[in-house]
């Protein structure tokens, strides 16, 4: 497994919630940044705390859409939330996020998936078609471990149609190639 306790790794997590996979991956032995821009940052600083990972487990809160971090990490992950802002906005964090992986780095991303089936869906216009993460990754730059679109049926929130069909990619940053 990429994310396993063998090599300890520095990953930023963007859209963190409540900092499940954080905690998780620390719980593994890394060191992990969680970028939140909600008020669930502070739950997230208290289960970190309350599970002992906090010596590994950062929160920032802060906008995916602005990016503040310059150093690279060895992973990246972005778990559906690229739904909530624009297809503009959505397509500039993954361009960005992309961008902080070091070369042999991973980017992990998962969102939510048109279903044209689904008429009312909450931010239908701002979920991913079919295709288009795997389109993100340019295969001269990046190696794609694995793809997945899964198409499942939708539910009933609040009377609102909500989607469950999402895209997950887990791509490898090629390293620059030496020229000697």
Not at 131 to 140: H, Q, R, T, V
Request: glycine share 6%; net charge neutral; with cysteine.
């Amino acid at each position: 497994m990429i994310l396993s306790k063998a090599v300890k790794l520095d990953i930023l997590d963007i859209g963190c919630a409540t900092g499940r996979h954080a905690r998780y991956l620390a719980q593994l032995g890394h060191t992990v940044i969680g970028l939140e821009l909600t008020d669930e940052i502070k739950d997230a600083k208290r289960f970190a705390d309350e599970t002992g990972v906090s010596t590994r487990n950062y929160y920032i809160q802060g906008d995916a859409r602005a990016l503040m971090f310059r150093k690279p990490f060895d992973a990246v992950l972005n778990t559906e939330m690229l739904h909530q802002i624009s297809k503009t906005q959505s397509r500039k964090v993954l361009a960005e996020s992309a961008d902080l992986v070091k070369p042999g780095g991973y980017h992990v991303v998962s969102g939510y998936m048109i279903d044209h089936g689904v008429v009312n869906a909450l931010s239908h216009m701002r979920c991913l078609q079919p295709g288009e993460l795997l389109a993100a990754y340019n295969p001269s730059e990046w190696d794609v471990l694995e793809y997945t679109e899964e198409m499942k049926t939708s539910y009933q929130y609040n009377n609102q149609d909500m989607l469950q069909s999402r895209a997950m990619i887990v791509a490898q940053k090629r390293p620059i190639p030496t020229l000697f």
